[in-house]
């Protein structure tokens, strides 16, 4: 079972930031946060990744609570074609474990940009 | 680079029929792995590898076998095709097991009938 919880929808206005939650209350002290995000029927787009730390990109900020249990991933100035289904995912990134690797996929966000 | 590439894109197979998902990646990137995406759902791990000659299941593999001889290939083989595998199937990669982002191909759209 996936281990976030996202809300199924979201809308936003072009040029203003998307903000998109994810709850992981029962996140482990090696486990990651990752985002991605899947643009109609292509394949899954990699976003942004972070332990501990507020992380930023090209594409987005991630912003991650002290205790860990939630984050939030921001858009700064959405566009349509930000519009697509973001996936909130936790993986364990440690050789050998029985996790090795996988990414538990949820239902995700759909975030819809409007014009 | 032309990233990770998956062939076909399309694909109609008849039910018993076997075929072999190709998918290709020139980044040298040690993790590879398959995923299928059904209508309305998200995406889940079938099969996976963490480099060439090591394989291991992931939460579907039933009714697909894979293997990895190069660090480049790792193609997904149906035995017998059933209706219950339509499906998108995706290919991922990333440099290792450690926290890297993956790249995924664009897809292989299966029916089977």
Redo the contacts between chains.
């Keep these: 079972d996936a281990k976030t919880t996202q809300p199924p929808s979201m809308d936003c206005a072009e040029g203003r930031a998307a903000n998109l939650p994810c709850n992981h209350s029962t996140i482990s002290g090696n486990e990651y946060v990752y985002w991605y995000r899947q643009i109609h029927s292509q394949g899954p787009q990699y976003i942004i990744h972070g332990l501990k730390n507020n992380e930023t990109n090209e594409m987005a900020s991630l912003i991650i609570t002290e205790d860990r249990k939630s984050s939030t991933l921001i858009l700064p100035h959405a566009t349509l074609r930000d519009t697509a289904v973001y996936y909130c995912i936790v993986r364990v990134d440690v050789w050998g474990s029985s996790n090795t690797g996988k990414l538990i996929f949820g239902q995700g966000t759909t975030l819809q940009v409007k014009p | 680079n032309a990233g990770?590439t998956q062939t076909p894109k399309f694909q109609v197979l008849k039910t018993g029929q076997s075929m072999t998902l190709q998918c290709a990646q020139d980044m040298n990137h040690e993790?590879m792995?398959w995923?299928r995406q059904d209508p309305g759902?998200?995406?889940?791990?079938i099969h996976?590898s963490?480099g060439a000659g090591i394989t291991?299941q992931?939460?579907v593999p039933n009714g697909y076998n894979v293997s990895r001889s190069t660090t480049e290939d790792f193609p997904l083989r149906l035995l017998s095709a059933a209706p219950s595998q339509t499906s998108?199937y995706?290919c991922?990669s990333?440099p290792g097991?450690?926290?890297y982002?993956?790249?995924?191909?664009?897809?292989t759209r299966l029916t089977v009938v």
Aim: no cysteine; charged share 10%; proline share 4%.
């Design positions: 990770v993790y792995s995923y759902m998200g995406l889940r791990l996976y963490v291991d992931g939460e998108v995706f991922a990333s097991t450690g926290p982002g993956y790249t995924f191909g664009s897809g």
